[in-house]
């Protein structure tokens, strides 16, 4: 039976905004009748910059954190971002305390830029600053880098999956997990990502479900965004309310990856620019399939869709409506990941 889990990530205003701790959390998913959580350890507004909605690495905050868990039954994972093998040593130790058997993480993407290098994925949304070029060369790098940690994650049982995030597309993350040849470092698929790299979903999940390990299920549009370069965003939405055929998407999936667990990621509030050149994953331009524009969800002349993420910087007001939103999506979401999984199961 398919268990299915809550990434952290789904409600984030409730975490920075001091609405619920890592313990609300958890409550939280088991309300939701839910099986297991995805907890991310990646910093952000009001967040602890090194462990993120966890919180902390203190081992008596582990063991209560593991208790509550345990209390319900609940599965965990834990999603973190770069390769270095010292993050990543850090990382299974919490893996291990909270008795975490799978880790997602990412490659970092260093953009190029004469005036200025940053990673992908880091810091407050800004279409001034994203730049769409860089070196493939990443991918050989990290080939080597994550061949370090291969013995450590045999050792202590841990896998690893590399998520589809944002910048890379499906055949470049196929070819390092095919060059590293290894069962304990495999993907992540995640529903929606391949879009911001042009590249269909589909796609993705068929070149990525033999060597999926873990999960993201969500939902996106295609917005107008005048101030974007390409002037359309990406747009998370409550799952089964966007554009993405999520039923097939999780045909494809469960059919071709060995996969026990379904992690439901809702990413909204929220918005993602296209972050590759268009055509890098084979779609050159919006329009059809799951790149057909909506109407945004919210009123531009109330918000961006830039603002999104952080709505307590344009008001209070608007904070209160966009948690009330964000909590009622997740369970909504929740709802029609468990909906999608029985009616596969029939």
């Known amino acids: 039976m398919l268990k299915i ?16 701790d890592i313990f609300g959390f ?17 910093k952000d507004y009001n967040l602890d910059p090194e462990w993120g909605t966890l919180e902390s690495n203190d081992p008596a905050h582990l063991s209560r954190v593991r208790a509550l868990l345990e209390k319900y039954n609940m599965y965990v994972e834990l999603a973190t971002r ?27 993407i260093t953009l190029n830029s004469p005036q200025e290098r940053r990673t992908g994925g880091e810091g407050k949304y800004d279409l001034g600053k994203i730049r769409l070029d860089f070196d493939p060369a990443v991918f050989d ?77 969500k939902d ?26 999520l039923k097939k998407l999780l045909k494809i999936i469960l059919d071709g990856s060995a996969i026990t667990r379904l992690n439901v990621e809702m990413c909204y509030p929220y918005c993602a620019q296209f972050k590759r050149t268009p055509g890098a994953g084979g779609v050159s331009q919006v329009g059809e399939g799951c790149f057909k524009t909506e109407q945004p969800p ?5 918000i961006a869709p830039s603002e999104y993420y952080y709505p307590q910087e344009v008001s ?28 596969y199961a029939k």
């Open 298 to 302: 919210f009123d531009p002349k109330v």
């Open 141 to 217: 790098q990290a080939v080597e880098t994550l061949r370090l940690i291969i013995p450590e994650l045999q050792k202590r049982r841990i896998k690893i999956g590399l998520e589809n995030h944002e910048y890379e597309t499906s055949a470049e993350l196929v070819s390092v997990v095919r060059k590293l040849n290894s069962p304990w470092i495999g993907l992540h698929y995640d529903f929606g990502n391949s879009m911001m790299a042009w590249e269909e979903p589909e796609l993705a999940a068929r070149n990525m479900a033999p060597y999926t390990v873990t999960t993201h299920f």
């Open 220 to 245: 996106h549009i295609v917005i107008p965004c005048p101030e974007d370069k390409y002037g359309y965003v990406v747009c998370g939405i409550p799952a089964g309310k966007g554009n993405l055929d």
């Open 316 to 343: 209070r007001e608007l904070l209160e409506e966009f948690l009330k939103k964000q909590m009622d999506g997740a369970r909504a979401s929740a709802e029609y990941a468990k909906q999608l999984c029985r009616e």
């Open 26 to 42: 958890i409550e939280k998913a088991h309300e939701f009748g839910l099986d297991g959580v995805m907890i991310n350890l990646i």
């Open 82 to 108: 770069g390769i270095e093998y010292g993050h990543l040593m850090k990382v299974l130790d919490v893996a291990d305390a909270l008795g975490a058997d799978i880790i997602r993480t990412y490659i970092p």
């Open 5 to 20: 889990g809550l990434d952290t990530e789904s409600l984030h205003l409730w975490f920075q905004n001091r609405r619920m």
